[in-house]
């Protein structure tokens, strides 16, 4: 089993959208029995609440779940638990980094590294594009499926 988080900073736009996407990928391919996917916020501010309504919104309009996704906050176990620990800009790497006490591991990696753009994804909350965010998210969880599936070839 590979287990794969996404964070962000209030786990109700970006992380939930980007786990609700590679969830929706990984059963097109047919691999819910061997990938787990989760996230959570670096904030504390919106545990057990539902994604945003623009992200519900957007997702839907690609018939894309987000049932049973409610927010929570990174703990330090989940640095045990999960294969890849994916933050969604430059900012959450830094706080994932300093909340799990780990300056430099491997398997705290940035979304959109795996992707031509190479750059933070921008957070719906504040510019309310989540349009924008929807085709980044795509693209994101496409490329680190890829990645998953080439790093865990023997296993998948
Ligand atoms: P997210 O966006 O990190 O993509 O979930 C945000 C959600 C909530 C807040 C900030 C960003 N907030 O300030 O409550």
Aim: hydrophobic share 35%; aromatic share 8%; net charge negative.
């Amino acid at each position: 089993m590979v287990h794969v988080l996404f964070v962000c900073l209030g786990n109700i736009c970006r992380s939930p959208m980007a786990e609700a996407v590679f969830k929706h990928l990984v059963a097109k391919e047919k691999l819910e029995a061997s990938i787990r996917v989760d996230s959570a916020a670096t904030s504390g501010w919106h545990i057990g609440a539902p994604p945003h309504p623009g992200t519900i919104a957007k997702l839907k309009e690609y018939d894309i779940s987000t049932e049973g996704i409610s927010g929570r906050q990174l703990q330090k176990e989940d640095f045990e638990e999960f294969d890849y620990i994916v933050g969604m800009d430059e900012n959450n790497i830094k706080d994932i980094r300093q909340m799990l006490g780990q300056p430099d591991h491997p398997k705290i990696i940035r979304f959109l590294d795996w992707t031509e753009h190479k750059k933070d994804v921008p957070d719906p909350y504040f510019t309310g594009d989540f349009q924008e965010t929807y085709d980044l998210v795509l693209e994101g969880c496409d490329a680190l499926l890829g990645k998953v599936k080439l790093d865990y070839k023997e296993q998948l």
